[in-house]
Every structure is written in C-alpha cells, then in structure tokens.
C-alpha cells in the first residue's frame, strides 16, 4: 500500500507518532507499537527536519500552515 502525504503533513505524522508510539497505554500490543516504529522509520529516510536545531518551530510551522489550507 502506498499513500502520499506533502512535507508538513509528513512532518506532522513524524512528530505526533514519535510522541505516541511509545506509550504502552495506548499502545498495549508490541505489534501495533511496531507497525508505527516501521512508519517512522520510513518518515526518518525522507525528513530531515526532525534532525535540525530549529525542529520544534518547523513542526509548529507546518501545523499552521495545515491549519490554514483547512481553515480556507
């Protein structure tokens, strides 16, 4: 399967399952927790935002301009 996501919305998926993906709770099945650990793996071969000192304003960045392209 193979779907298409633009840079921020990629960059915005990284983020939010690097936050989540660890969390047991949510996450109870090791299976799950690796489907999501194979998708950032993926994410990390494309992105190299989440590599830069500035990484924490590009996520906010991309989020708003998701915002805007929804909210229009």
């Not at 990629?10 to 047991?24: C, F, G, H, K, P």
């Not at 194979?38 to 989440?50: A, F, N, S």
């Amino acid at each position: 399967m193979k779907f298409e996501l633009s840079k921020d919305e990629s960059l915005v998926l990284s983020d939010l399952l690097y936050r989540i993906s660890e969390n047991e709770e949510i996450f109870p099945d090791i299976a799950e927790r690796r489907v999501l650990w194979r998708i950032e793996g993926q994410l990390d071969k494309e992105l190299v935002e989440p590599f830069m000192p500035n990484y924490v304003e590009l996520v906010n960045e991309a989020k708003n301009r998701i915002r805007q392209f929804f909210e229009e």
